[in-house]
């Protein structure tokens, strides 16, 4: 069993930053992927970041270069600077750990789910 539990959402204006926190216990996860996803109301739950558990990274199109995705595999941590945000960013953001060490994008390569941070960005 992993617990996950994000930190760090909150409101924001447009083009300000914020920067999310997931702290997992119970099992390490130096192993395995971990991934941000993030869901609007009335949208399906989308893919942000990855990040591998040697720290290859891959990113959503729609935040490439203004989101940055890393992880503290000692503490077990993994974070999500978040710059330039936009509306369009508001959302539940969910931290998720991977089944493999691979940094997938899909919903179903993930296992464990935090219950998300809310992150509101005003325009």
């Known amino acids: 069993q992993v617990q996950l539990v994000e930190s760090g959402g909150g409101l924001v204006q447009a083009g300000g930053s914020l920067r999310l926190s997931c702290a997992a216990s119970?099992?390490?996860?130096?192993?395995?992927?971990m991934g941000w996803f993030r869901q609007a109301p009335g949208k399906d739950r989308e893919f942000v970041a990855a990040?591998?558990?040697?720290?290859?990274?891959t990113y959503a199109d729609s935040i490439k270069g203004r989101f940055t995705i890393s992880r503290n595999n000692a503490k077990n941590t993994v974070a999500l600077q978040m710059n330039s945000l936009k509306p369009e960013d508001t959302a539940l953001y969910y931290c998720?750990?991977?089944?493999?060490?691979?940094?997938?994008?899909?919903?179903?390569?993930?296992?464990?789910w935090g219950q998300g941070t809310q992150v509101t960005v005003s325009s």
């Open positions: 119970g099992r390490t996860f130096g192993g395995y992927a």
């Open positions: 990040i591998s558990w040697s720290g290859g990274s």
């Open positions: 998720a750990h991977g089944r493999s060490r691979w940094p997938g994008s899909a919903v179903d390569e993930y296992d464990y």
